[in-house]
């Protein structure tokens, strides 16, 4: 089966279970996951999923815990995880969105180039 045969969904799960491997060998030899690092990552000053001038990382779980989604341990309490249903089926609209108006070659030439990323990271 040729690559561009494979829907998006394929490559994205295929390259994200390399990515996982490929940190799981590297973080192994200390004990750790990728959930590990990313979260501790996250507690860092360069936290990557945080822009300059957004809120920290201690800042967000405060407004969590304050709306009551999650206890000060940060375990979703029921209205958390309620709220957490509810702001999925939001993402989940986007991410079909996301989709729309895309050209064909346009599609496919990111299918191949995912696959080419999940290729990179094969064993061997």
Not at 3 to 27: C, H, K, N, Q, V
């Amino acid at each position: 089966m040729k690559a561009e045969d494979r829907p998006i969904g394929y490559w994205l799960r295929e390259l994200d279970r390399r990515i996982e491997d490929a940190f799981m060998s590297t973080l192994d030899a200390r004990g750790l996951t990728r959930r590990h690092w990313q979260v501790l990552n996250g507690l860092g000053p360069d936290d990557p999923f945080w822009g300059p001038g957004e809120r920290s990382h201690p800042e967000v779980v405060a407004d969590l815990t304050a709306r009551g989604w999650t206890t000060p341990d940060g375990a979703l309490t029921p209205g958390g995880e309620r709220a957490r249903a509810a702001i999925a089926v939001d993402v989940a609209m986007v991410r079909r969105r996301s989709a729309e108006g895309i050209p064909d070659e346009d599609y496919l030439t990111t299918v191949r180039t995912l696959a080419r990323m999940a290729g990179n990271l094969s064993a061997g």
